[in-house]
C-alpha cells in the first residue's frame, strides 16, 4: 500500500524539484521561498538575499546577519 498523493504523469525518479523556504524564527513567518530543479548553493544564497532585501535586513556589520 503506498501512502500520500501523488500528481497525474508524476514520475519520482525524473521529477524532482528543490524548495528553498527561509523563515523569520521569532515570528515564524515565510519571508522568502523559490523552487528550482537542482540543488545550488548560489540559487540558496540568492533566495536568502532576496528576503534580507524584501524585510529591508541590511547585513553589512549587524549581529546575527551572516552572508
Given at each position: 500500500m503506498e501512502l500520500g498523493y501523488h500528481l497525474p504523469?508524476?514520475?519520482?525518479?525524473?521529477?524532482l524539484f528543490y524548495l528553498?523556504?527561509?523563515m523569520d524564527v521569532f515570528?515564524?513567518?515565510?519571508?522568502?521561498?523559490?523552487?528550482?530543479?537542482?540543488?545550488?548553493?548560489?540559487?540558496?544564497?540568492?533566495v536568502f538575499r532576496k528576503a534580507c532585501l524584501r524585510e529591508g535586513i541590511a547585513g553589512?556589520?549587524?549581529?546575527?546577519?551572516?552572508f
Open positions: 504523469g508524476y514520475n519520482r525518479q525524473r521529477d528553498y523556504l527561509i515570528s515564524r513567518k515565510i519571508v522568502g521561498w523559490e523552487v528550482y530543479e537542482a540543488e545550488s548553493v548560489s540559487q540558496a544564497s540568492m553589512g556589520g549587524r549581529p546575527g546577519v551572516a
